[in-house]
């Protein structure tokens, strides 16, 4: 009986541990009013304009909508704005992003349009503060160089602008950079996704990094709204709510009726 109270005091206690400091975000409304808003997934894209292209942030900006984009770094270390590490969807050309120059990068064709991998100083000179950004950093590994290189360029930049990334270290190293910036936690249920059951992926599904991250709000799979992680940091920790991928006039009434801010696409 011992050695069963003791394993069940030792639950306990990862249990308290869990919710009291490992899933805890920091949870807080920005300064800025204007970040809470809807955001164009990638720009408002389709219907021949591709998706994290100039042309489809100038959509966006065009229909007053806050822009939500991905920034990794070129083989050079240029901050290139593209979603996946692998060019082949949007450009055909099966290499990683990372192994080219910025220059070869932008030498590639968009989903064979005349649109190319924008810079992100482009696309910042191109918003110029007209609509507020949402910039998901992206990375893989314990890599953190993208960080400086993307906060050097925001220093800069004078209009709104929000930082997120699904990497909890990414989120924590920005911090160091742009201590004032209002910084979110994506989040999704790794397990479900890559159909794989591995530490890190249920750490991660866990929402257990939060502890490292202290996340602003919390970014979530519209899948995973009322997964147990996001509804404890939303509910009772109050941390502002934003859901992706919403793509239907129904979901998007719903996220507002709910009080989350959209990453939507049209």
Known sequence: MVVLYSLLGLIGLLILLYLLLFLRPRGRKPKDSRLLCDYAHRGLHGNGVPENSLLAFEEAVKKGFGIELDVQLSADGVVMVFHDYTLIRMTGKEEKLKNLTAAELQALSLAGTEQTIPTFREVLELVDGKVPLLVELKG??????????????????????????????????IKKYLPEAYCGQLYTNVCRDKKKYSPLNLILSAMAFNFLARPDFIAYNLKDRKAFPVLVATKLYKAPRFVWTVRTEEELKTAHRLGEHPIFEK
């Open 140 to 173: 893989e590994d314990l890599n953190s160089a993208l960080c400086p290189k993307v906060a050097e360029l925001l220093q800069e930049y004078q209009g709104p602008y929000c930082v997120e990334s699904f990497n909890p270290l990414l989120v924590k190293n």
